[in-house]
């Protein structure tokens, strides 16, 4: 399985921005997760949100509760982050990732995601 994040960029304090991945060669099972994590510089990747198609969740992080929306779309293989009021510290690589199958309480856990795409970079200027 391939993962491809495109929509990354520059954007302005308070602006929005919307993140795509394409999954290709395997469809993606609709009980399992997929979700996206970011990394800053200097830290460590962190999740940011997760969604099954059916089932448990969407979840988000606390640092993005209210301004993020996770989406799925199973007929495209696709997931999508929608990010509204974004904020400095919002600036990261964002990552799309994948589990082969669902496993139940590691939504938010890296090492429980099988597949993961790229990177996209989101820079937000205050």
């Known amino acids: 399985v391939q993962l491809q994040a495109f929509g990354g960029g520059l954007v302005e304090a308070g602006g929005s921005m919307r993140l795509s991945c394409a999954a290709s060669g395997r469809t993606i099972s609709r009980n399992a997760m997929m979700g996206w994590f970011r990394q800053a510089p200097g830290k460590e990747r962190e999740f940011v949100a997760a969604s099954r198609w059916r089932g448990s969740g969407p979840y988000y992080a606390d640092t993005v509760k209210g301004r993020f929306t996770i989406s799925r779309d199973n007929a495209q293989n696709s997931v999508y982050l929608q990010m509204n009021s974004l904020k400095p510290e919002d600036t990261a690589v964002h990552y799309c990732?994948?589990?082969?199958?669902?496993?139940?309480?590691?939504?938010?856990?890296?090492?429980?995601?099988?597949?993961w795409g790229q990177g996209t970079l989101v820079t937000v200027s205050s």
């Open positions: 990732a994948a589990q082969r199958t669902y496993y139940p309480g590691t939504y938010s856990s890296k090492s429980a995601y099988d597949y």
